[in-house]
């Protein structure tokens, strides 16, 4: 598979990702916060759940944009947008671990970290890209 293909693939994977992630948590608020690594054994806030959903929707628009325009300059926007949001996401749960259980934090760490990895391996790829 070629670079391009690679790139559309992984910007394709995270639009989808961020769009159920964003859509699960701004139209059922409830049932998102209530999985232990995201609410954390923390009081729940609907405005924080939908305002982090649609954050998410805002955020897989950027990337979707990005697999049908792919265009150097679109797709590092999208993984810039998308990092932007990942590394700090990381810190701060990294941060909060002491409210979760030793098997909660595996697949939580797991997620958060691929999230963060995907678009850094993603970054390069975006070289081979057309200008524009």
Known sequence: MSARNWL?????????????????ALLSPRSFFDI??????????AHLMMDYGAMSLAT???LGVSVFLVRRS????????????AVPHLGIHVQLLHHLTPGERVPLL???????????????????LEKG
């Open 8 to 24: 559309r693939a992984g910007l394709g994977f995270l639009a989808v990702a961020q769009f159920a992630v964003g859509g699960w």
């Open 36 to 45: 232990p690594w995201v609410g954390m054994r923390m009081p729940y806030n």
């Open 60 to 62: 897989s628009v950027v």
């Open 74 to 85: 679109m797709a590092r926007t999208a993984l810039a947008v998308y990092l932007v949001f």
């Open 110 to 128: 797991a997620a958060l970290t691929a999230a963060v990895v995907i678009p850094l391996v993603l970054l390069p790829l975006t070289s081979k």
